[in-house]
């Protein structure tokens, strides 16, 4: 009887090691894999950077965004030369969840459910910018 209860609390301990291995070592690891791309490079100060660009991040939510990866935003024309633009957020914040939190950079307050960031588009040949206004919360009219 003593045997199976010194084996039974030996994989009691076996499965709560694993289960920190995965969360601990694991987890975060696989997260981070997807960065671990040809076009990331370090530079001269140890800063990863894509090769030819900084790395890029969302406006949103502040996660560095992986090659390839799209923010999603809709633009519209105004009156004037200068375009306005909603930004819903990358494919980590968008659509929401509680795992990145979506803060607004002007009133740095959590952007409301189903919200956006209000920015002004300013695109030239070889050169696009976004000047963020604020959110649809301390934006609102």
């Known amino acids: ?15 709560l090691l694993l289960w920190l291995f995965w969360a601990v070592v694991y987890r975060p690891h696989a997260e981070r894999r997807e960065r671990t791309n040809p076009r990331f490079v370090s530079d001269s100060r140890g800063e990863v950077k894509e090769k030819g660009v900084g790395v ?3 406006p949103v939510c502040g996660e560095k965004l ?10 519209f024309k105004s009156t004037s030369s200068d375009k306005v633009m909603q930004i819903y957020g990358c494919p980590y914040c968008w659509p929401e969840n509680s795992e990145y939190r979506r ?17 002004r588009y300013f695109e030239k ?7 963020v206004l604020g959110c649809s919360g301390c934006r609102r009219g």
Request: with cysteine; net charge positive; glycine share 10%.
């Open 1 to 15: 009887m003593d045997d199976l209860i010194f084996a039974t609390v030996l994989a009691s301990i076996g499965a």
């Open 56 to 58: 890029r991040t969302c």
């Open 66 to 75: 992986t090659p390839g990866a799209l923010v999603k935003s809709k633009v």
């Open 103 to 119: 803060v607004c950079p002007v009133c740095e307050k959590v952007v409301p459910r189903g919200g956006y960031l209000l920015a």
């Open 125 to 131: 040949p070889g050169h696009r910018h976004v000047h």
